[in-house]
């Protein structure tokens, strides 16, 4: 997993942040990716389980190489399988 091929893969277990959210009090959410749908990413963080909605917000999130990457949650607001299907095609 590299930060070219990012979008190929599910979020599923890797560390995010919010950057920037419609819900103002969902950034700065920090955690482990434990789901996601085709609106919501649902972060496990230290105060229990997030759902941030990808629309309107920006994510980061860090590889398991260690390098972060920020994504806007528009370019990413469909089921992560048809995501997948999508790129590779």
């Known amino acids: 997993m590299t ?3 990012l979008k190929k893969h599910e979020f599923m277990g890797l560390e ?3 950057l920037k959210s419609k819900n103002e009090t969902q950034k700065g959410i920090k955690g482990t990716v434990i789901n996601e749908t085709q609106k919501i990413i649902k972060i496990e963080s230290k105060n229990g389980e997030k759902n941030i909605q990808k ?3 920006v994510f980061r999130f860090t590889l398991p190489n260690g390098e972060k ?3 806007i949650g528009n ?8 995501r997948i ?3 590779r095609k």
């Open 85 to 87: 299907r999508k790129v």
């Open 16 to 18: 995010a942040e919010v």
């Open 55 to 57: 629309v309107g917000s």
């Open 75 to 82: 370019e990413i607001a469909v089921r992560p399988e048809e």
């Open 69 to 71: 990457m920020k994504i």
């Open 3 to 5: 930060k070219k091929n």
